[in-house]
Protein backbone atom coordinates (compact mmCIF):
# COMPACT_ATOMS: atom_id res chain seq x y z
CA UNK A 1 0.00 0.00 0.00
CA UNK A 2 1.26 3.51 -1.03
CA UNK A 3 1.68 5.69 2.30
CA UNK A 4 0.01 8.99 1.60
CA UNK A 5 2.36 12.09 1.97
CA UNK A 6 1.74 14.47 5.47
CA UNK A 7 2.10 17.74 5.96
CA UNK A 8 5.56 16.60 7.83
CA UNK A 9 6.83 15.69 4.39
CA UNK A 10 5.65 19.03 2.62
CA UNK A 11 7.49 20.82 5.85
CA UNK A 12 10.63 19.22 4.94
CA UNK A 13 10.11 19.58 1.14
CA UNK A 14 10.90 23.17 1.78
CA UNK A 15 13.91 22.85 4.51
CA UNK A 16 15.22 20.57 1.55
CA UNK A 17 14.62 23.42 -1.14
CA UNK A 18 12.05 20.54 -3.15
CA UNK A 19 9.91 22.38 -5.01
CA UNK A 20 6.00 21.56 -4.41
CA UNK A 21 3.85 20.76 -7.35
CA UNK A 22 0.34 21.08 -6.47
CA UNK A 23 -2.87 21.23 -8.80
CA UNK A 24 -6.59 21.27 -8.03
CA UNK A 25 -8.87 18.55 -8.72
CA UNK A 26 -12.93 18.36 -7.85
CA UNK A 27 -13.78 14.26 -9.32
CA UNK A 28 -12.32 10.51 -9.34
CA UNK A 29 -10.63 10.51 -12.87
CA UNK A 30 -8.80 13.57 -12.25
CA UNK A 31 -7.25 12.69 -8.84
CA UNK A 32 -6.33 9.34 -9.93
CA UNK A 33 -4.30 10.84 -13.03
CA UNK A 34 -2.43 13.43 -11.20
CA UNK A 35 -1.87 11.03 -8.57
CA UNK A 36 -0.52 8.43 -10.32
CA UNK A 37 2.04 10.62 -11.74
CA UNK A 38 3.12 11.85 -8.27
CA UNK A 39 1.62 15.40 -7.82
CA UNK A 40 2.62 16.42 -4.21
CA UNK A 41 -0.93 17.86 -2.87
CA UNK A 42 -4.02 17.44 -4.30
CA UNK A 43 -5.95 21.06 -3.57
CA UNK A 44 -10.06 20.21 -3.67
CA UNK A 45 -10.28 24.25 -5.04
CA UNK A 46 -13.41 26.01 -4.57
CA UNK A 47 -12.42 27.37 -8.13
CA UNK A 48 -14.91 24.59 -9.00
CA UNK A 49 -17.40 27.05 -8.68
CA UNK A 50 -16.08 28.32 -12.06
CA UNK A 51 -14.75 25.60 -13.67
CA UNK A 52 -16.96 22.90 -12.67
CA UNK A 53 -20.23 24.86 -12.00
CA UNK A 54 -20.10 27.46 -14.33
CA UNK A 55 -20.35 30.78 -11.71
CA UNK A 56 -18.27 33.76 -12.12
CA UNK A 57 -16.51 32.85 -8.60
CA UNK A 58 -16.19 31.42 -6.16
CA UNK A 59 -19.02 33.10 -3.69
CA UNK A 60 -21.72 30.65 -4.55
CA UNK A 61 -19.96 27.14 -3.79
CA UNK A 62 -21.55 25.20 -0.65
CA UNK A 63 -19.94 23.13 2.00
CA UNK A 64 -21.71 19.89 0.88
CA UNK A 65 -20.53 20.47 -2.41
CA UNK A 66 -16.98 20.73 -1.02
CA UNK A 67 -17.54 17.54 0.33
CA UNK A 68 -19.06 15.66 -2.21
CA UNK A 69 -16.02 16.77 -4.39
CA UNK A 70 -13.13 15.70 -1.71
CA UNK A 71 -14.93 12.23 -1.36
CA UNK A 72 -14.22 11.32 -4.86
CA UNK A 73 -10.64 13.12 -5.14
CA UNK A 74 -9.94 11.19 -1.78
CA UNK A 75 -11.06 7.89 -3.75
CA UNK A 76 -8.97 8.63 -6.70
CA UNK A 77 -5.83 9.45 -5.04
CA UNK A 78 -3.52 7.36 -2.85
CA UNK A 79 -0.40 8.83 -2.58
CA UNK A 80 -0.67 12.80 -2.21
CA UNK A 81 -1.96 15.26 0.57
CA UNK A 82 -5.42 16.47 -0.12
CA UNK A 83 -6.40 19.88 0.94
CA UNK A 84 -9.83 21.09 0.46
CA UNK A 85 -11.18 24.58 0.04
CA UNK A 86 -13.29 26.29 3.20
CA UNK A 87 -16.16 27.60 0.91
CA UNK A 88 -17.05 31.43 1.85
CA UNK A 89 -19.15 32.01 4.86
CA UNK A 90 -17.92 28.81 6.53
CA UNK A 91 -15.47 30.22 8.34
CA UNK A 92 -16.04 34.28 8.17
CA UNK A 93 -18.99 34.62 11.11
CA UNK A 94 -17.19 33.17 14.21
CA UNK A 95 -14.87 30.38 15.15
CA UNK A 96 -17.03 27.60 16.34
CA UNK A 97 -18.77 27.84 12.60
CA UNK A 98 -15.21 27.78 11.40
CA UNK A 99 -14.33 24.38 13.56
CA UNK A 100 -17.23 22.39 12.61
CA UNK A 101 -17.59 23.03 8.65
CA UNK A 102 -13.20 22.42 9.22
CA UNK A 103 -14.49 19.12 10.81
CA UNK A 104 -16.59 17.89 8.76
CA UNK A 105 -14.31 18.31 5.74
CA UNK A 106 -12.20 15.67 7.24
CA UNK A 107 -14.55 13.62 9.08
CA UNK A 108 -17.35 13.46 5.99
CA UNK A 109 -14.80 14.50 2.93
CA UNK A 110 -11.87 12.40 4.16
CA UNK A 111 -9.85 15.56 3.27
CA UNK A 112 -6.43 16.13 5.25
CA UNK A 113 -6.60 19.42 5.69
CA UNK A 114 -8.48 22.98 4.96
CA UNK A 115 -7.66 26.07 3.32
CA UNK A 116 -8.72 29.34 4.25
CA UNK A 117 -8.35 33.16 2.44
CA UNK A 118 -6.90 36.04 4.25
CA UNK A 119 -4.19 36.77 6.95
CA UNK A 120 -4.23 39.02 9.85
CA UNK A 121 -8.31 39.16 10.11
CA UNK A 122 -8.23 35.68 10.20
CA UNK A 123 -5.43 34.41 12.37
CA UNK A 124 -7.49 33.81 15.56
CA UNK A 125 -9.97 31.22 13.37
CA UNK A 126 -6.75 29.27 11.90
CA UNK A 127 -5.89 29.06 15.54
CA UNK A 128 -9.20 27.88 16.43
CA UNK A 129 -8.94 25.14 14.13
CA UNK A 130 -5.46 24.51 14.46
CA UNK A 131 -5.39 23.48 17.91
CA UNK A 132 -8.64 20.63 17.58
CA UNK A 133 -5.10 18.91 15.00
CA UNK A 134 -6.60 20.09 11.65
CA UNK A 135 -4.04 21.39 9.58
CA UNK A 136 -4.50 24.37 8.23
CA UNK A 137 -3.23 25.89 4.41
CA UNK A 138 -3.12 29.97 4.50
CA UNK A 139 -4.05 31.72 1.60
CA UNK A 140 -3.11 35.42 1.10
CA UNK A 141 -2.56 38.30 -1.71
CA UNK A 142 -5.46 38.05 -4.21
CA UNK A 143 -7.80 35.73 -2.23
CA UNK A 144 -10.80 34.94 -4.71
CA UNK A 145 -13.55 35.23 -1.88
CA UNK A 146 -12.53 38.88 -1.33
CA UNK A 147 -13.54 39.70 -5.13
CA UNK A 148 -15.82 42.71 -4.09
CA UNK A 149 -13.56 43.85 -2.16
CA UNK A 150 -10.76 43.94 -4.32
CA UNK A 151 -13.36 45.28 -7.23
CA UNK A 152 -12.54 42.38 -9.28
CA UNK A 153 -9.35 39.87 -9.69
CA UNK A 154 -6.77 42.16 -9.57
CA UNK A 155 -2.98 41.60 -8.37
CA UNK A 156 -2.60 42.43 -4.77
CA UNK A 157 0.69 44.24 -3.22
CA UNK A 158 2.18 46.73 -5.55
CA UNK A 159 1.90 49.72 -3.61
CA UNK A 160 4.21 49.54 -0.79
CA UNK A 161 1.70 49.77 2.11
CA UNK A 162 -0.25 47.06 0.47
CA UNK A 163 3.20 45.02 -0.11
CA UNK A 164 3.57 45.88 3.74
CA UNK A 165 0.26 44.35 4.97
CA UNK A 166 0.42 41.18 2.51
CA UNK A 167 3.64 40.69 4.42
CA UNK A 168 2.35 41.46 8.00
CA UNK A 169 -0.62 39.17 6.85
CA UNK A 170 2.27 35.78 6.05
CA UNK A 171 3.74 35.98 9.36
CA UNK A 172 0.30 35.96 11.25
CA UNK A 173 -0.92 33.06 9.13
CA UNK A 174 2.37 31.61 10.17
CA UNK A 175 2.35 32.42 13.52
CA UNK A 176 -1.32 31.39 14.04
CA UNK A 177 -0.36 27.43 13.26
CA UNK A 178 -0.50 26.94 9.09
CA UNK A 179 1.98 24.58 7.90
CA UNK A 180 1.96 25.97 4.35
CA UNK A 181 0.23 29.17 2.27
CA UNK A 182 -0.83 29.96 -0.98
CA UNK A 183 0.05 33.28 -2.53
CA UNK A 184 -1.95 34.59 -4.92
CA UNK A 185 -1.90 37.26 -7.29
CA UNK A 186 1.26 39.59 -6.10
CA UNK A 187 4.13 40.47 -7.57
CA UNK A 188 7.59 38.40 -7.96
CA UNK A 189 9.74 40.46 -5.32
CA UNK A 190 7.10 40.22 -2.80
CA UNK A 191 6.68 36.52 -3.20
CA UNK A 192 10.31 36.22 -2.74
CA UNK A 193 10.24 38.36 0.52
CA UNK A 194 7.63 36.19 2.04
CA UNK A 195 9.19 33.13 1.08
CA UNK A 196 12.31 34.08 2.65
CA UNK A 197 10.49 35.72 5.71
CA UNK A 198 8.05 32.51 6.72
CA UNK A 199 9.47 29.29 8.14
CA UNK A 200 6.36 27.14 6.12
CA UNK A 201 6.11 26.38 3.02
CA UNK A 202 5.13 28.94 0.21
CA UNK A 203 2.81 27.74 -2.45
CA UNK A 204 2.24 30.28 -5.58
CA UNK A 205 -0.22 30.93 -7.96
CA UNK A 206 0.29 34.25 -9.94
CA UNK A 207 3.56 34.94 -7.89
CA UNK A 208 6.14 33.82 -9.78
CA UNK A 209 9.31 31.23 -9.74
CA UNK A 210 10.45 32.00 -6.10
CA UNK A 211 8.16 30.60 -4.39
CA UNK A 212 8.50 27.03 -2.80
CA UNK A 213 5.73 25.72 -4.33
CA UNK A 214 3.40 25.91 -7.67
CA UNK A 215 -0.43 25.68 -7.79
CA UNK A 216 -2.76 25.77 -10.48
CA UNK A 217 -6.08 25.29 -11.85
CA UNK A 218 -6.33 21.52 -13.60
CA UNK A 219 -8.63 22.99 -16.24
CA UNK A 220 -6.70 26.14 -16.95
CA UNK A 221 -3.17 23.67 -17.46
CA UNK A 222 -5.36 21.53 -20.00
CA UNK A 223 -6.77 23.95 -22.08
CA UNK A 224 -10.72 22.85 -20.82
CA UNK A 225 -11.68 26.54 -19.63
CA UNK A 226 -11.57 28.97 -22.60
CA UNK A 227 -13.22 31.63 -20.76
CA UNK A 228 -10.22 33.52 -19.66
CA UNK A 229 -7.17 32.75 -19.28
CA UNK A 230 -4.52 34.89 -16.76
CA UNK A 231 -1.27 35.30 -17.40
CA UNK A 232 0.44 33.67 -15.06
CA UNK A 233 -1.31 30.04 -16.62
CA UNK A 234 0.86 28.10 -18.98
CA UNK A 235 -1.19 25.56 -20.97
CA UNK A 236 0.70 22.00 -20.78
CA UNK A 237 -1.84 20.62 -23.07
CA UNK A 238 -4.95 21.31 -25.31
CA UNK A 239 -7.43 18.29 -24.67
CA UNK A 240 -10.70 20.92 -25.63
CA UNK A 241 -10.03 20.15 -29.53
CA UNK A 242 -9.52 16.19 -28.48
CA UNK A 243 -12.78 16.04 -26.53
CA UNK A 244 -14.81 18.24 -28.77
CA UNK A 245 -13.09 15.49 -31.88
CA UNK A 246 -14.65 12.16 -29.91
CA UNK A 247 -17.89 13.56 -29.24
CA UNK A 248 -18.47 15.14 -32.81
CA UNK A 249 -17.44 11.66 -34.28
CA UNK A 250 -19.72 9.68 -31.80
CA UNK A 251 -22.67 12.46 -33.32
CA UNK A 252 -21.91 11.52 -36.81
CA UNK A 253 -21.89 7.79 -36.47
CA UNK A 254 -25.07 7.33 -34.85
CA UNK A 255 -26.71 9.62 -37.13
CA UNK A 256 -25.32 7.68 -39.62
CA UNK A 257 -26.06 4.61 -38.40
CA UNK A 258 -22.50 3.22 -38.42
CA UNK A 259 -22.66 2.97 -34.55
CA UNK A 260 -23.42 0.70 -33.10
CA UNK A 261 -22.68 -2.53 -35.26
CA UNK A 262 -22.71 -5.95 -34.12
CA UNK A 263 -19.36 -5.73 -32.93
CA UNK A 264 -21.29 -4.04 -29.67
CA UNK A 265 -24.13 -6.09 -29.57
CA UNK A 266 -24.83 -8.94 -27.22
CA UNK A 267 -26.48 -12.21 -28.83
O1 LIG B 1 -9.79 27.45 -5.34
C1 LIG B 1 -8.66 27.21 -5.79
O2 LIG B 1 -8.50 26.41 -6.71
C2 LIG B 1 -7.53 27.89 -5.17
C3 LIG B 1 -6.22 27.83 -5.87
C4 LIG B 1 -6.23 28.20 -7.26
C5 LIG B 1 -5.13 28.41 -5.07
O3 LIG B 1 -7.67 28.45 -4.15
Redesign the pocket.
Known amino acids: MTKRKTILDIGQMKAQKEKIA ?1 L ?1 AYDYPFARLMDQAGIDII ?7 S ?1 VSGYDN ?1 LPVTMDEMIYHTRAVVRGSEQALIVT ?1 MPFMSYQSDLRDARINAGRLIKEGGAQAV ?1 L ?1 GGEHVAETIRAIVDIDIPVVG ?1 IGLT ?1 QSVHRMGGFKVQGRQEAQARKILADAKAVEEAGAFAM ?1 L ?1 GIPRGLAREVTEAVNIPT ?1 G ?1 GAGPDCDGQ ?3 IHDILGLCDKYSPKFVKRFADISETIAGGIADYIREVRAREFPTSDHSFE
Open positions: VTLVGDSLGVTDKEHPVEIIVLV
